[in-house]
């Protein structure tokens, strides 16, 4: 059986749907799966060893999937599929009609967005959507990674950063904990953080930063450290991945529904759902219970 999953999402989105192709091939084995995902999903399908064959939706005429007109290029695309799997809030039938015009034996649209009164974990939804059993907790597959990191084993890693503000811890509490750790810590960046005088402000208090480039870099250098500390963010998702023991912040966000997954990390809550409402001395204690 060959199958397409189209899917589009941010990192820990993407690693969160490894889950659910994870147990495709465990349902299905023998079966084929393809991705047809947007950028970043397509970056961590790379690191996964799941698919065969990895499409870009931001490349060529693939995003035709998501219009009234597909294009000859989704329909000859949909056409080698016995099954096509779309995560995706848009209206099912345009995608229905279009595997019916490739000849798609069946076709499931599934809605990502996890009812509002479910109390289970965000992974287990999109694995329950999927046309399989559900008989355990999913798991995510292996990271598939070569060596690729230049920050020295032992390190304790910091990422500052989220998709949004209000997830964000301040800054000045990462720079405090920093001071407080007794191992070497390394700050990872990325675009935004850079932008916003973080990496300025964290050498000129004696500390390192690092920026990584590409998403097999950052995934690379965070194999290498001791420990993860971050907050609600795709990062933090692919720390846990990569099996690094760790504590994530949160705040607004609802964390039994998407702490990054695994015992090795430990979440801390603020009880006011601001992020202020976590303390260094919180934070650095959770620090010190888990070395």
């Not at 035709?64 to 290029?73: I, K, R, Y």
């Not at 007794?182 to 700050?187: G, I, Q, S």
């Not at 250098?221 to 963010?233: A, E, H, L, P, R």
Request: proline share 5%.
């Amino acid at each position: 059986m060959k199958v397409l999953l189209v899917r589009s999402g941010g990192l820990g989105d993407s690693i969160l749907t490894l889950c659910a192709a994870q147990k495709l091939t465990q349902d299905y084995p023998g079966c084929e799966i393809d991705l047809l995902g947007n950028d970043m999903m397509c970056a961590v399908a790379g690191l996964s060893n799941l698919f065969g064959n990895v499409f870009s939706l931001d490349r060529g005429n693939f995003h035709t999937l998501f219009t009234a007109s597909a294009s000859d290029t989704v329909i000859d695309l949909l056409s080698q599929y016995n099954l096509l799997l779309v995560f995706s809030s848009a209206d099912p039938e345009i995608f229905q009609r279009h595997a019916e015009i490739g000849g798609v034996q069946k076709c499931r649209i599934l809605d990502p967005r996890p009812p509002q009164d479910y109390t289970g974990h965000v992974a287990e939804y999109f694995t329950s959507i999927l046309p399989c059993e559900l008989t355990k907790m999913p798991s995510l597959p292996p990271l598939a990674l070569p060596d690729v990191c230049d920050i020295q084993r032992g390190t304790v890693l910091i990422h500052p950063g989220s998709g949004g503000c209000g997830k964000n811890w301040p800054f000045e509490n990462f720079i405090q904990t920093a001071k407080c750790l007794d191992r070497e810590v390394m700050f990872l960046l990325g675009p935004a953080e850079v932008e916003g005088g973080m990496k300025r402000e964290i050498e000129s208090c004696g500390l390192r930063a690092v920026v990584p480039d590409s998403l097999l870099k950052l995934a690379g250098q965070i194999t290498t450290g001791s420990f993860f500390i971050g907050n609600d963010s795709g990062v933090s998702h692919l720390a846990a991945w990569a099996g690094v023991s760790g504590i994530v912040l949160f705040g607004p966000t609802n964390d039994k529904l998407w702490r990054p997954m695994g015992d090795h990390i430990s979440v801390v809550k603020s009880m006011s759902g601001d992020m202020t409402g976590i303390s260094v001395e919180e934070v650095v204690d959770a620090y010190k219970a888990m070395i």
